[in-house]
């Protein structure tokens, strides 16, 4: 195990599906937290099924979005975890993004190895750090391995393994809201009522600073479980029998909220501002919606065009 890594860099916990076209404002903010233009991100595949391929995505879309380079990086084993020239390009990137895939894979190859505390290096000396789905869950010093949906917590939901622990006391579930993983989280927080149990909803990022304060971006929420003052019956339910569960906190974050994760506290929450791309299609579409009004208004009065306008303005 790791000593708890100084919190120097940003994290970004990514609940898998992010948009890569059209708003893209997750991978958005991910690239401008690196640096912007100026940003070269690793991009580690190892838990992926798929080839190449998904390299190029995240390729095409960092670089769309204004980052100077991607360096693909993909240990494919234990042993190629180890390799210490691996693990060394790893020493001047501004950002590291793991891609989704098989949790326990990635759990299995990457944690405890020289790449493993390369990746935990670069977040010590102010990198970016982020994942989608399972890139997401190793994030935590406790990762779930797998697991199954269900909106009931029941025993034995699900299996944790060891993640890289950049965020102490929290476990990470992902594409929480849609594959209806309301069940596990709160089971593992039945069964470890230390942890706040984070469920992150898909195109949605928990986004971390100074090793605290989470910032929810993107199109879902953010749900936390806080179970200090938890009862429950883990210790004693048998096989997969529901759980017993009072006095849990729950705290559902939108875009736009702030919480401190030391005090387990709700900071601050805004109406996040429409991304340019947003704002500039609504214009269009004022502008289309004139001038269907213009159109329908040919050879009216002018009194009766006023009219027109008028609607056109509550519709």
């Known amino acids: 195990m790791h000593d708890a890594p100084s919190p120097l860099g940003t994290l970004y916990a990514i609940g898998g599906a992010e948009a890569k076209l059209r708003r893209r404002s997750v991978l958005r903010s991910f690239v401008a937290a690196a640096g912007g233009g100026s940003a070269r991100i690793a991009v580690v595949p190892t838990a992926s099924s798929l080839g190449p391929e998904v390299i ?4 095409a879309v960092f670089t769309s979005l204004g980052a100077a380079e991607v360096v693909p990086l993909r240990p494919q084993s234990r042993a190629e975890a180890q390799d210490s020239e691996l693990a060394a390009r790893l020493a001047d990137v501004d950002a590291v993004f793991m891609t989704g895939g098989n949790q326990l894979k990635l759990s299995s190859f990457i944690t405890g190895t020289t790449f493993g505390d390369a990746v935990i290096a ?3 000396r102010g990198a ?68 706040l149990g984070m469920g992150v909803d898909e195109d949605t990022a928990a986004v971390v600073r100074s090793g605290h304060q989470l910032e929810v971006v993107g199109r879902g929420a953010v749900t936390l479980v806080d179970g200090r003052g ?17 006095g849990a906190v729950l705290h559902v974050l939108p875009a736009g909220s702030v919480f401190d994760l030391s005090t387990r506290t709700l900071v601050a929450h805004a109406v996040p501002v429409a991304d340019a791309e947003v704002e500039e299609t609504r214009a269009a579409e004022a502008d289309l919606r004139r001038l269907a009004l213009d159109i329908a208004a040919e050879g009216l009065s002018p009194t009766t065009y006023a009219r027109h306008l008028r609607r056109g303005s509550r519709s």
């Open 56 to 59: 190029e995505v995240y390729r």
């Open 122 to 124: 670069a977040y010590q």
């Open 128 to 195: 970016v750090v982020g994942g989608t789905s399972a890139g997401a869950s190793i994030l935590a010093e406790h990762m779930i391995a797998f697991g199954v949906g269900g909106s009931t917590p029941r025993q034995r939901m699900s299996q944790l393994s060891v993640g890289l622990g950049l965020i102490r006391g929290v476990v990470i579930d992902q594409h929480f809201e849609q594959r209806n993983r309301y069940g596990r989280l709160l089971s593992l927080v039945a069964q470890s009522p230390s942890l």
């Open 230 to 246: 938890l009862v429950s019956n883990a210790f004693s339910a048998q096989r997969t029998a529901p759980l017993l569960m009072s």
